[in-house]
């Protein structure tokens, strides 16, 4: 079983900046993919970036040049480093790990942080 463990949301300005954090445990095959998805009241679950475990990234078009994703292979811990953020940014955050083996695919979620972009 893999757990996906958020931290890093909260209040900001817009205009401020937010690093968010998602550390995984448990049995994790190594090549895999992590990304940080995003859901706003009334809206459905929306992919923010991704990155694999060979370290190449995908955004969305709206966080390009604001967001960056990164991680750490050897703490299995995934980040989302956000600047420049806009009210549209406000969601709750949810980290993602994805893989494809011989035994199966396997997508795990977390629990998910609040991003709050507001004056």
């Known amino acids: 079983q893999v757990q996906l463990v958020e931290s890093g949301g909260g209040l900001v300005q817009p205009g401020g900046s937010l690093r968010l954090s998602c550390a995984a445990s448990?049995?994790?095959?190594?090549?895999?993919?992590m990304g940080w998805y995003r859901q706003a009241p009334g809206k459905e679950r929306e992919l923010v970036a991704t990155?694999?475990?060979?370290?190449?990234?995908n955004y969305r078009d709206s966080v390009k040049g604001r967001f960056t994703i990164s991680r750490d292979n050897a703490k299995n811990t995934l980040y989302l480093q956000m600047n420049s953020l806009k009210p549209e940014d406000t969601a709750v955050y949810y980290c993602?790990?994805?893989?494809?083996?011989?035994?199966?695919?396997?997508?795990?979620w977390g629990q998910g942080t609040q991003v709050t972009v507001s004056s």
């Open positions: 993602n790990i994805r893989w494809t083996n011989l035994i199966g695919a396997r997508n795990y």
């Open positions: 448990g049995i994790i095959f190594g090549i895999n993919t």
């Open positions: 990155i694999t475990s060979g370290g190449m990234t």
